[in-house]
């Protein structure tokens, strides 16, 4: 990617070393967020929802934040400038498609475990999209993971924060708390995972084409991490339709370059 020319994100909260964490009143322990991911992939459940109940459960948390500039390191620095971009895309598409004007989320860095408006997160998690407070949360350990999956090259990250971001768009268009109603759903989880993607493409589409930030290899980059969360990649064999939570490799990949191709999130009808 070449993001020496972004901007930089005012709306990221380094949260990581001490900026953040987990308050008095906090009762829950690392075993139950040990198992969070765990829980999410096998019962197709969406992660926010599992912390959300235990955080009713452990007690409340005190949310302690600063706000201050944070580390200054090439993470959070690559970090700022995809979400800048994001901001940058989505304020001309999504007013665009809607006609209503895009609210930007917050994304906030942090390390191990930090109290949300969903709950508690944990690193074990992974990514995720809280939509009780409007913010994308990130610890950035997950991306040395994510390599490992096969998720490489320096787009794949951009990938995982647009998809994080495709969320925050469902969640102004009202799809997230549709999806609710729907819940327990294995279809209506896919399609929510799946429409993410697809607007993480439409993204790329017009970072590539208006903003010249992509390379030759990024589009390859982001189909590749795509495949590499897939049910089916995730736990190493193929996966029933019905007990699937975010799609197979080849849905996850499809949709991200259905939308890369279109560059128009109302191509991204995945419950249609």
């Known amino acids: 990617m070449r993001l020496g020319r972004s901007r930089r994100s005012d709306n990221v909260i380094d949260a ?3 900026r953040g964490g987990v308050g008095r009143g906090a009762a829950i322990g690392c075993g139950p967020l040990i198992v ?22 452990g007690g409340a948390t005190q949310q302690v934040e600063q706000t201050a500039p944070g580390q200054a390191d090439e993470a959070s620095e690559y970090v700022r400038r995809v979400l800048g ?3 940058d895309v989505w304020e001309d598409v999504y007013p665009a498609a809607t006609g209503q004007p895009y609210r930007e989320p917050a994304l906030v860095l942090y390390s191990g475990v ?5 709950g508690t997160g944990s690193s074990a998690t992974g990514p995720f999209y809280c939509p ?5 949360y990130i610890d950035l350990s997950f991306f040395n993971q994510l390599a490992r999956m096969g998720g490489t090259g320096d ?7 647009a998809h994080e971001v495709g969320h925050h768009i469902q969640n102004l268009t009202g799809v997230l708390a549709a999806s609710q109603r729907a819940r327990g759903r294995s279809d ?9 993607d697809c607007y993480a493409g439409v993204w790329a589409h017009h ?5 010249d930030v992509l390379d030759e290899s990024d589009v390859q980059e982001g189909l590749d991490a795509a495949a590499a969360v897939g049910d089916d990649a995730i736990r190493g064999g193929a996966v029933a339709p019905d007990a699937l939570s975010h799609g197979t490799s080849q849905m996850r990949a499809e949709w991200f370059l259905r939308g890369f191709r279109s560059g128009d999130m109302r191509a991204c009808d995945t419950f249609g």
């Not at 787009?155 to 924060?161: G, K, L, N, R, T």
């Not at 970072?207 to 903003?211: I, L």
Request: glycine letters at 8%; a negative charge; aromatic letters at 6%.
């Open 207 to 211: 970072a590539d084409r208006e903003r």
């Open 85 to 87: 971009e994001t901001e």
């Open 114 to 118: 930090y109290p949300t408006a969903c």
């Open 36 to 57: 969070v991911g765990i829980l999410a992939l096998l019962f197709g459940a969406d992660p926010s929802e599992i912390l959300r109940m235990l955080g009713q459960q």
């Open 188 to 196: 209506v989880s896919v399609a929510v995972e799946l429409q993410a």
């Open 155 to 161: 787009f794949a990250p951009a990938y995982v924060i």
């Open 16 to 18: 990581r070393g001490g």
């Open 132 to 136: 009780s407070d409007q913010r994308v």
